[in-house]
């Protein structure tokens, strides 16, 4: 099932535009891809404009917490877990920001339900190629 979503169209473009000229390091890059594959099969969302969101989420958190995300992979299951939910939250709330109408309940709501799903996707598919 895809969730209709209204974004603010320029919001979104502005994203594309300043994502598609960022140079990305692999591990970056493949945790982006990993978690847009999820969250653009949920939401119908330009799949540039979702990896630009996580990619900012994601720079927040490097920022946040002063480490890289290559690091993760030397973090215990309970680190990368913390870790992977804390850029999921800041990915979602920079969705939120972009809402046509950020008082939609409906949205709001919308958004909340498709993170726990991509992230509860994500999290399945790890231990699947952990074990």
Known sequence: MTYVINFNQDAIRTIEFDYVKVKL??????????ISKRLCGLIDAPKIAI???IYSALQDW???NNKNISETSNFSC???LIATKEIFDCA???LKEVLSKPDEKSDLNMLDIVFERAFKQYMENLQRIKY
């Open 62 to 64: 490097q920022i946040y």
């Open 51 to 53: 990896r630009g969101i």
């Open 25 to 34: 390091h692999p591990d970056q890059l493949n945790f982006i891809s990993n």
């Open 92 to 94: 979602k709330k920079k």
């Open 78 to 80: 309970q680190e990368r």
